[in-house]
């Protein structure tokens, strides 16, 4: 089989760091102690075992590890789909038959998976390091082709007590939890992705064009102040609302909103 990444960046803002007086773009130097700069062919890769000592491994070295996944990928089991925990996936990419006559084991293996619902778990070597991969059917069955996700290793995670753990266990009020489940059916609608678009992308690239054609920037939208508010009054205020919209405009992303308190500590794994 052959692997290709499965999604772009090219939609993507980027920016470049510039001096603000010159416009010039501003290059970083490889440079040690005393800035004396460095050659590339001198910069090896070196892991560090003590506060200022490290190992030295050289590209060719890396290249000379003998790992039966660079080249294949090693399928260790199948499992059901849905015992795959959604937390696990990082990147997706898109498989398709080799060209040297793999096509019908291919499609055998494919029809057999969409079957039973069972998705391959393997390895495979690639991007410098050994990836945890699991293959399954493309979710439109029309699509010929099956999909491969980059699993993250168990010691990638972080442990989920250490932030759950002072969640207390809280009494269900039987009114309030009938609310919220009128609520989540009310607001039920198929997924379809076309409906979401990147808002903060957008607005960036309006903010550059303005600037780049010398127009006046965007106005900039006045949020009302958030308020803490009781949120089972917030779950009747939206369920009467959903009740007064037409059918067909129940699917839009406005649900209830949740103010978010306190700092964040870090982003998001």
Excluded: C, W
């Excluded at 290059?27 to 040690?32: D, G, K, Q, R």
């Excluded at 997706?92 to 293996?109: I, R, T």
């Excluded at 069955?141 to 759950?164: P, Q, S």
């Amino acid at each position: 089989i052959q692997l290709y990444p499965a999604t772009s960046s090219t939609s993507e803002v980027s920016f470049h760091q510039i001096d603000r007086r010159s416009h010039q773009r501003i290059h970083h130097l490889n440079v040690i102690d005393g800035d004396k700069p460095i050659a590339n062919d001198d910069i090896v890769k070196g892991f560090e075992y003590s506060k200022g000592k490290y190992v030295i491994v050289e590209p060719d070295e890396i290249k000379g590890l003998r790992l039966a996944t660079q080249k294949t990928i090693s399928v260790a089991q199948f499992i059901d789909a849905k015992d795959l925990p959604p937390y696990l996936f990082e990147k997706p990419y898109f498989v398709v038959p080799d060209q040297k006559g793999s096509a019908e084991a291919f499609a055998v293996v494919r029809e057999a998976m969409i079957q039973s619902d069972k998705v391959a778990i393997g390895e495979a070597a690639f991007s410098g390091r050994e990836h945890l991969i699991a293959i399954a059917p493309h979710p439109d069955k029309k699509v010929r082709g099956m999909m491969a996700y980059t699993l993250r290793y168990a010691e990638e995670l972080r442990k989920a007590k250490d932030y759950f753990g002072g969640i207390h266990e809280q009494s269900i009020d039987k009114k309030e939890l009938e609310l919220a489940n009128q609520l989540i059916k009310s607001q039920s609608a198929p997924f379809r992705l076309d409906d979401f678009k990147d808002d903060y992308e957008a607005a960036l690239r309006e903010l550059i064009n303005a600037k780049r054609n010398e127009k006046p920037l965007p106005a900039v939208e006045e949020k009302p102040r958030a308020k803490v508010v009781n949120l089972m009054d917030a779950l009747r205020r939206s369920v009467d609302e959903s009740k007064s919209k037409p059918a067909s405009t129940r699917s839009s992303r406005k649900g209830p909103r949740l103010v978010k308190t306190g700092k964040r500590s870090h982003r998001a794994a």
